[in-house]
């Protein structure tokens, strides 16, 4: 029995019907982790003697009863950029290189609730910034599918764990693709859930109108069993909503596509987009007609307008956030500084890395007096137009289908050259974190090389269960 390729909903009935112990399931995906982790730097952190730790207590509240859930003593990693009490959180930062936060994100209380382990810290883009995870601080995460790629980003360290087997599920954030693109990168299945779905409380803001926290998992099932878990009203995050829908796993249980109807976006197909990607999200149309579904084109006109302002507000948003990081309160201090303004130069110079630094700069830059209507409240006015946009595609559609990426995993190296053009390649990915929407990528081939391909079902705000069922249908 290999339990490392186990999927967390089987692992989570063999620990019910105690053919696996939770001691022996953590011992697993640590041996797992030993064997592989160097080859692919999926973790920031390590937590093997406290998950050990855990696994007696989690233990032997299965065995009183106490807990039942499919989730109870499950390993999970946890992006890095969620606070965990007395475990180091860097947002693969050197400015947080040694914040151990004293309290934990409400997901992560969630998850702990349910009775699932946290093994350790995954590996991500610095503060989230980033498509590749190569803007970490602590080295750049490699695909497990091939190494010399990237697994994508920002939340790459937690797709790669999954796919890698180095976890049995995992936490990303999305604030504009973080969890859907490496997804497809990785062949894996992760979810962006409706806006204020799962609590932001503890997550280290990005983006705050656009983060949301979602799970990472090997299959639909998993993805929907670990929502369920984070997902629910929390008083301490002001936009935190109280769904009473949130029983996601009985949305799968259903795995019917007949009638159902899918729109497609003619201008997502035109150019930019590889052939072979292409041809594999074709593929995924004629495979959903022929169990029934309707699959029809429609013309999205807002499209050239996604990234400028998906990148506008994000940069404004994330200056904004930012500012805390100043060598006062958490984290790193320049050794060396004369006055209190240089100590705060000093400070934020040597310890943001480049590409959080350019997007400091282009936020205070659109925020600046004279820039401010021209370029914020601009992006603003365009965000609510693509809003628009969406929400008469859903008058007409149950889910919407987009390419994850225009291409699948670049080699290590290649994007951080080309910034701009690193940002264009978040195009099928933003707009559901402008509207607040919910969408799931689910795997769809493969390229020639053998590289992963990953279709993108978006839906409309509070559609989970429309787009899990068409997700666990099409798997
Ligand atoms: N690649 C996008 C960015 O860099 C999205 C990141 C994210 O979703 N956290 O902003």
Not at 111 to 128: H, P, R, S, V, Y
Not at 288 to 293: R, V
Not at 308 to 318: D, G, N, R, T
Not at 384 to 407: G, N, S, W
Request: aromatic share 8%; glycine share 10%.
């Amino acid at each position: 029995m290999d339990i490392a390729k186990m999927t967390a909903v089987e692992l989570g009935r063999k620990i019910k019907t105690k053919e696996i112990s939770v001691r022996e399931a953590v011992e697993a995906v640590f041996d797992r982790i030993k064997s592989v982790e160097g080859e692919y730097n999926c973790y920031v952190t390590l937590c093997e003697e406290q998950a050990l730790k855990k696994a007696e207590e989690i233990q032997k509240k299965i065995d009183d009863g106490t807990l039942t859930g499919p989730l109870a003593g499950v390993p999970v990693a946890i992006k890095d950029n969620m606070c965990t009490e007395g475990v180091l959180t860097t947002c693969s930062s050197k400015i947080l290189y040694n914040f151990k936060p004293t309290f934990s994100s409400e997901a992560v209380l969630n998850l702990e609730k349910a009775g699932a382990i946290i093994i350790g810290k995954t590996n991500m883009d610095e503060f989230a910034m980033g498509s590749t995870t190569e803007t970490s601080a602590y080295g750049v995460t490699r695909n497990p599918w091939n190494t010399e790629h990237v697994p994508g980003g920002s939340s790459g360290g937690s797709c790669a764990a999954v796919a890698a087997g180095e976890a049995f599920m995992a936490l990303g954030s999305d604030t504009g693709g973080s969890i859907r693109q490496p997804s497809s990168f990785c062949g894996v299945t992760g979810i962006k859930p409706t806006y204020g779905t799962v609590s932001r409380y503890g997550l280290v803001a990005y983006a705050s109108s656009l983060d949301q926290i979602g799970p990472v998992g090997k299959d639909v099932a998993d993805c929907a069993a670990l929502l369920e878990v984070i997902a629910g009203h929390d008083p301490k995050d002001s936009t935190s909503l109280d769904r009473k829908d949130l029983d996601f796993s009985k949305s799968i249980e259903e795995k019917k596509l007949l009638g159902m109807k899918f729109g497609v976006p003619k201008e997502f197909l035109a150019k930019g987009l590889d052939p072979e990607v292409k041809d594999a999200f074709m593929e995924t149309l004629k495979v959903l007609t022929s169990q029934g579904a309707i699959v029809e084109f429609f013309s999205v006109e807002t499209m050239e307008y996604m990234i400028p302002a998906y990148y506008i507000i994000a940069s404004a948003e994330a200056s904004s956030n930012l500012e805390r990081f100043d060598g006062v309160k958490y984290g790193y201090r320049a050794a060396e500084y004369e006055g209190l303004h240089d100590m705060y130069k000093k400070t934020r110079t040597e310890g943001f890395g480049e590409e959080v630094k350019r997007r400091i700069m282009l936020g205070s830059f659109v925020l600046s007096s004279g820039y401010y209507d021209a370029y914020y409240l601009k992006a603003l006015r365009t965000k609510a137009l693509i809003k628009q946009e969406f929400d008469r595609a859903f008058d007409k559609y149950d889910v919407i289908l987009a390419p994850a990426a225009p291409y699948t995993a670049p080699k290590i190296g290649e994007s951080l050259k080309d910034p701009l053009a690193m940002y264009l390649g978040d195009i099928y990915t933003v707009a559901v974190n402008l509207c607040g929407l919910p969408g799931i990528t689910v795997p769809c081939g493969q390229d020639k090389a053998g590289m992963p391909i990953g279709i993108q079902m978006i839906g409309n705000c509070f559609g989970e269960h429309k787009i899990l069922r068409a997700a666990a249908a099409y798997e």
